[in-house]
C-alpha cells in the first residue's frame, strides 16, 4: 500500500530525500508522516503533516528536515538536510484512512 524509496548511506552534515507513495487504492488519506526505529530503540515520531498541510516535527529535528505532500499524487516527501549520525534508523513512512497503513521502511546511515 505504501512505497518508501530514498534512504542510503550519506555523510554527517549531508542530505537524503526520502520519498513515500500510497497505492490508489488508498482513498480519504488524512495524516501521513514519517516514524523512525534506531536499533534497539522504540519507534520515534519525526514529522506529520496534515492533509491542510499542517506540520510537527520531533524536536531532534527541527529545522533540519522539512515534510511536505502532493494530495494529488498521494505522496509524502521528507527532505532531509544537515544529518547527524544520531539520525540514523530505518525511517517509516505513514498514511492514515480510518485505519493506519504503514511502508516497509528505508534504511538511513550517517556516517560521521
Known amino acids: 500500500q505504501l512505497e518508501e524509496s530514498g534512504g542510503g548511506l550519506v555523510q554527517a552534515g549531508g542530505s537524503l530525500r526520502l520519498s513515500c507513495a500510497a497505492s490508489g487504492r488508498l482513498f480519504s488519506i488524512n495524516g501521513m508522516g514519517w516514524y523512525r526505529q534506531a536499533p534497539g530503540k522504540q519507534r520515534d515520531l519525526v514529522a506529520t503533516i496534515t492533509r491542510s498541510g499542517s506540520t510537527n516535527y520531533a524536536d531532534s529535528v527541527k529545522g533540519r528536515f522539512t515534510i511536505s505532500r502532493d494530495n494529488a499524487e498521494n505522496t509524502v516527501l521528507l527532505q532531509m538536510n544537515s544529518l547527524k549520525p544520531e539520525d540514523t534508523a530505518v525511517y517509516y513512512c505513514?498514511?492514515?484512512?480510518?485505519?493506519?497503513?504503514w511502508g516497509q521502511g528505508t534504511r538511513v546511515t550517517v556516517s560521521s
Open positions: 505513514y498514511a492514515r484512512t480510518s485505519i493506519i497503513y
